[in-house]
Nanobody, 123 residues
């Protein structure tokens, strides 16, 4: 069992940065690939990025490639999403999630989800 709690969301101007954090509970956290998703009003939840259980491999959606960076600290049971050069279209609720599979990019690949944190980017 893994419980996830996101934090770090807020209001930022276009071009700015935010760092989201996800605190995990559970002894098996380090065994999971950790991913980030987002969901804007009226839209489906979409994959943003993910990082392997060792933190050695990270991959991203094309829309955020080069602007967002996933990282994790297994000793602290935490995963992070650094978001730079934010755009108004990045506005959404951001979720972290845990998956037992390799290279998970679909929502049904993920077993555990946080409650989400709101990110709003003003133009």
């Amino acid at each position: 069992q893994v419980q996830l709690v996101e934090s770090g969301g807020g209001l930022v101007q276009a071009g700015g940065s935010l760092r989201l954090s996800c605190a995990a509970s559970g002894r098996t956290f380090s065994r999971y690939t950790m991913g980030w998703f987002r969901q804007a009003p009226g839209k489906e939840r979409e994959f943003v990025g993910a990082i392997s259980w060792r933190g050695s491999i990270a991959y991203y959606a094309g829309s955020v490639q080069g602007r967002f960076t996933c990282s994790r600290d297994n000793a602290k049971n935490a995963v992070y999403l650094q978001m730079n050069s934010l755009k108004p279209e990045d506005t959404a609720t951001y979720y972290c999630a845990a998956s037992p599979v390799e290279r998970p990019t679909l929502t049904y690949d993920y077993t555990y989800w946080g409650q989400g944190t709101q990110v709003t980017v003003s133009s």
